[in-house]
């Protein structure tokens, strides 16, 4: 049977499927129209008929290769909104016409301890990247820069009807990565929660937990998008530019999420957290950091870090978002503009996150 599904050539009855796609053909070169193969849609999968897929910062790493040795050609997205075109004989989850939504990850062991938590994301096994990485059977993983993908449907979240698949996509990743540690740190209700950085990222963890009824604080380096950070549901923005800021908000937060790659000067961001407060970290640098412990020590207070979030947990952020009338900050693109946009993203010339139309891949 062969099923036609735009420009994409079906056959079910192959092992796999062609797929239009943009790909990186090696690190650092410029991203460029191909076609990728798919496998057919097994038993337990869907095929997803991509309508969009937002570009995060780390598309850019991996197509450079900036953390390490990629898999090429490689396909980015891991923000990916589209509609079941096919569904496997044993799918139960989803039908044809269903709005889903694929994240970071597309697999995992589903057997080890954090599996069954609902934290495949820290699988002890490594979970398998949307893409950029190997599958079960050693095939390379394609992301959502492409007309279809095949995902498994216990990896496929759901869309609400209430958000628009533009702004949900880029929900799969900024929104559930600084959702799961808001969520998990108690942002609410008379917590003081500060947001370093107001980026793809950044905008998110902003929206939440103003959502989640917390009083948000913006921590960027200068006040250059003030306005924007109030409208987003900020209460307060200070520049970290300016030494002041740390001595008025000194002892005085009870969570700190940090959404920048630069290094920071530990000691002084820790010593803006109350008695029991937590710096928690969702971006990173390369390099290693150094922090003097007395800045944990006296106040009991945390460092740590936090990567997206589970399947569950993705589901309940996407519920949450849908909820509150929660999407992204978004510019929509055409595929051809990808490379600018990277360039763009680079250049902190985005408010706050590309997405690609998929139509026009
Ligand atoms: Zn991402
Ligand atoms: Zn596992």
Request: charged share 20%.
């Amino acid at each position: 049977m062969v099923l036609s599904a735009g420009d994409s050539v079906v056959d079910m009855t192959a092992q796999t499927m062609i797929v239009p796609a943009y790909a990186a053909p090696s690190a650092k070169a410029p991203l460029e129209r191909t076609t990728i193969e798919r496998r057919a849609v097994g038993a337990s999968d869907v095929l997803i008929d991509v309508k969009y897929a937002g570009i995060c910062h780390s598309d850019i790493h991996q197509a450079r290769d900036g953390w390490g040795e990629g898999i090429f050609p490689m396909v980015p997205g891991h923000e990916i909104a589209g509609v079941v075109a096919a569904v496997g004989a044993d799918v139960t989850k989803f039908k044809v016409g269903d709005r889903v939504g694929v994240g970071c990850m597309v697999d995992s062991c589903r057997e080890c301890e954090n599996c069954r938590a609902g934290l495949e994301q820290y699988c002890a096994k490594g979970n398998i990247q949307t893409y950029n990485a190997l599958d079960k059977n050693g095939e390379p993983t394609y992301g959502g820069y492409s007309k279809h993908i095949v995902v498994d449907e216990a990896f496929t979240l759901r869309i609400p009807d209430g958000l628009a698949l533009d702004v949900a996509a880029p929900l799969l990743c900024a929104g559930i990565t600084t959702y799961s540690p808001l969520a998990h740190w108690n942002a609410g209700p008379g917590k003081k929660v500060a947001v370093v950085g107001l980026g793809g990222l950044g905008h998110m963890a902003v929206k939440i937990a103003h959502a989640m009824g917390a009083e948000v604080t913006v921590l960027s380096q200068s006040l250059r998008k003030k306005d924007d950070g109030l409208r987003l549901g900020a209460d307060h923005y200070y520049a970290t530019s300016d030494d002041a800021t740390f001595e008025q908000l000194a002892g005085s937060l009870d969570l700190i999420v940090s959404t920048v790659s630069a290094p920071l000067p530990l000691d002084k961001y820790l010593g803006l957290l109350k008695t029991d407060g937590a710096f928690v970290n969702v971006g990173a640098p390369e390099e290693p950091v150094s922090l003097n412990l007395f800045s944990l020590i006296l106040g009991r207070r945390s460092l740590a870090g936090s990567g997206i979030g589970g399947i569950q947990e993705t589901q309940e952020m996407l519920d949450f978002c849908a909820e509150h009338g929660l999407g992204a900050e978004i510019e929509v693109i055409r595929a051809e503009q990808i490379n600018e946009a990277y360039e763009r993203v680079l250049a902190s010339d985005v408010r706050y996150r590309f997405v690609i139309d998929a139509d026009t891949i």
